[in-house]
Nanobody, 124 residues
Framework: QVQLVEPGGGVVQPGGPLRPPCLAS????????IGWLRQASGNDREGVSC????????NYADAVKGRFTINRDNAKNTAYLQMNSLKPEDTAVYYC?????????????????WGQGTQVTVSS
């Protein structure tokens, strides 16, 4: 049974950091790509970042390039999204997702399993 949990959301001031983990109970996670996607109120879900199975390739949405970093620890079945220099427009529910394939994608339709999401609010 596949389970993804994102326990690390919260409220942070503009300019601050946050590093939510994605805890994955997934068979052979090391063979699958992991993505972070977000959905702000009233908006469609959008891809933020993803990392391929071997952690040799990552990609980022233009809005977060240079501020966010994705990484994974396959031995711990965990992925992280290091978010720096947060802005109010980063406020959204952030979802961790697993793609049943090794290559990366920022298209939400390409993901097979999803966590329940964690709220990130950037506000002073």
């Amino acid at each position: 049974q596949v389970q993804l949990v994102e326990p690390g959301g919260g409220v942070v001031q503009p300019g601050g950091p946050l590093r939510p983990p994605c805890l994955a109970s997934v068979l052979a996670l090391s063979t699958k790509a992991i993505g972070w996607l977000r959905q702000a109120s009233g908006n469609d879900r959008e891809g933020v970042s993803c990392i391929n199975s071997g952690a040799t390739n990552t990609n980022y949405a233009d809005a977060v390039k240079g501020r966010f970093t994705i990484n994974r620890d396959n031995a711990k079945n965990t992925a992280y999204l290091q978010m720096n220099s947060l802005k109010p427009e980063d406020t959204a529910v952030y979802y961790c997702a697993v793609r049943w394939y090794r290559l990366c994608s920022n298209n939400s339709a390409d993901y097979d399993y999803w966590g329940q999401g964690t709220q990130v609010t950037v506000s002073s």
